[in-house]
T-cell receptor, first 113, second 113 residues
Framework: AQSVSQHNHHVILSEAASLELGCNYSYGGTVNLFWYVQYPGQHLQLLLKYFSGDPLVKGIKGFEAEFIKSKFSFNLRKPSVQWSDTAEYFCAAFTGGGNKLTFGTGTQLKVEL | DTEVTQTPKHLVMGMTNKKSLKCEQHMGHRAMYWYKQKAKKPPELMFVYSYEKLSINESVPSRFSPECPNSSLLNLHLHALQPEDSALYLC????????????FGQGTRLTVV
């Protein structure tokens, strides 16, 4: 069965630090991969997505992610975080066959001033 | 219009009540979803409708009854809920097939008393 795992459950960083959040998926076929962000009390927002092509994808707010097929990974990165990046981050994988979008357990990021 | 609209935004209901959550999209998407999200947890898939037919039911209790009256609307009928059903209920839609992304509504915050 398809699954998505995020290994960092809670991350605390200082402003201007670099960020990398891990995401691994288990599915042998074609997958579409996403990172969503959920700010406190708000709805899910799409940060970036990967369907095919260039494995390095850029999203909104300075985020990027790299798809490494051999490692079944889709890690999220940001060179310099801001206090306003404090939020919950979810990796998700979408397999087209069943139209089933599966989320990872999420990473709570706290950025301190 | 890239919006998924959910009503109501907040709902408080008793355990003997019957209520419905509504979701609407006008993007021509033929896949629609209900997710349940508890605090500090990832969204959990409940139901998927593909071309107005129920294609995935993630073993959801029968006190939750989905309905897709047409390609733009998705309802979730609630009856005899339990306090543990209190959560944020998210609707999403996507084009059907691979290479697609899901668009999420802002959710209905449900409290069962």
């Amino acid at each position: 069965a398809q699954s998505v795992s995020q290994h960092n459950h809670h991350v605390i960083l200082s402003e201007a630090a670099s960020l990398e959040l891990g995401c691994n998926y288990s599915y042998g076929g074609t997958v579409n991969l996403f990172w969503y962000v959920q700010y406190p009390g708000q709805h899910l927002q799409l940060l970036l997505k990967y369907f095919s092509g260039d494995p390095l994808v850029k999203g909104i707010k300075g985020f990027e992610a790299e798809f490494i097929k051999s490692k079944f990974s889709f890690n999220l990165r940001k060179p310099s975080v801001q206090w306003s990046d404090t939020a919950e981050y979810f990796c998700a994988a979408f397999t087209g066959g069943g139209n089933k979008l599966t989320f990872g357990t999420g990473t709570q990021l706290k950025v301190e001033l | 219009d890239t919006e998924v609209t959910q009503t109501p935004k907040h709902l408080v209901m008793g355990m003997t009540n019957k209520k419905s959550l509504k979701c609407e999209q006008h993007m021509g998407h033929r896949a629609m979803y209900w997710y349940k999200q508890k605090a500090k947890k990832p969204p959990e898939l409940m139901f998927v409708y593909s071309y107005e037919k129920l294609s995935i039911n993630e073993s959801v209790p029968s006190r939750f009854s989905p309905e897709c009256p047409n390609s733009s609307l998705l309802n979730l009928h609630l009856h005899a809920l339990q306090p543990e059903d209190s959560a944020l209920y998210l609707c999403a839609s996507s084009p059907y097939g691979q290479g697609t992304e899901a668009f999420f509504g802002q959710g209905t915050r449900l409290t069962v008393v």
